[in-house]
């Protein structure tokens, strides 16, 4: 950070791109997991009820905003160590004009490599007894997401699916540290969203993505958690390796939506 005018004589306050890029979806978290807070007294386009939101999780929200933070402090200090060995230097504009196409590209690589690296540990990390006992069932504690739960892991499981996983897309994407402002803000609000536990009308993402609230639901019950493993993005991996689970969204009668599976998935 710096202090500068048009003029460079100072007087001007001048944001670095990498510390932007490093803070910036820390922001978006909480603004974004924020607004759903707000929204989520509406029954009608939850797919469980407040109620179970509040009886059927085995963890506190309190202790869920103290995990999230841990999580977003190491995920700081792995990127500022990211930006600083890799020497890219993000006052230069001449190192942040990039075209469309390439931009387009490298978002598109960037978005596959950090699909693939979460599939395949998230699934290892249900295999491998070990590590779901003692690592990842933190995160199913939450039986019924919210949209500030989206984060909240074992803090190894933050380093090694996230931070790591997004360290690994910004390298082989070679995305400038302007362009991953833009990234990382983006997946970070499509987590956030796919854990938000509604099924809002006209939301982009769910017209989009097969990877949304419904999907990320089906693998946070017991009869879905060999299923619907990728994340954050596509279904990609799911589909080749045949671990999608199909399911149908349901009105319930007493309001609200149903993520219902496909009997023979959920007989297995």
Known sequence: MSIDNDDGRGGGLHVSDEILGTIAPIVVYWLYSGLYCLLGGMEKYRLHTKKDEDEKNLVSKKEVVKGVLLQQVVQGVVATILFAVT????????????????????????????????????????????????????????????????????????????????????????????????FFSFATIKTVDDHCGLWLPGNLFHIVFKNNSAYHDIHHQLYGSKYNFSQPFFVTWDRILGTYMPYALVRKPEGGYEARPDNDCKDD
């Open 87 to 182: 020497g890219n230097d993000g006052d230069s504009d001449g190192n942040q004009q990039t075209g469309f196409l390439v931009l387009a590209r490298q978002l598109f690589v960037a978005m596959m490599v950090l699909d693939t690296w979460q599939y395949f540990m998230h699934r290892y990390m249900h295999q491998n007894k070990f590590l779901y006992k003692h690592i990842h069932s933190q995160h199913h504690r939450l039986i019924v997401p919210y949209a500030f739960g989206a984060l909240y892991n074992h803090p190894l499981e933050g380093l090694i699916l996230d931070t790591i996983g997004g360290a690994l897309a910004f390298l082989f994407s070679g995305m400038s540290p302007r362009a991953s402002i833009f």
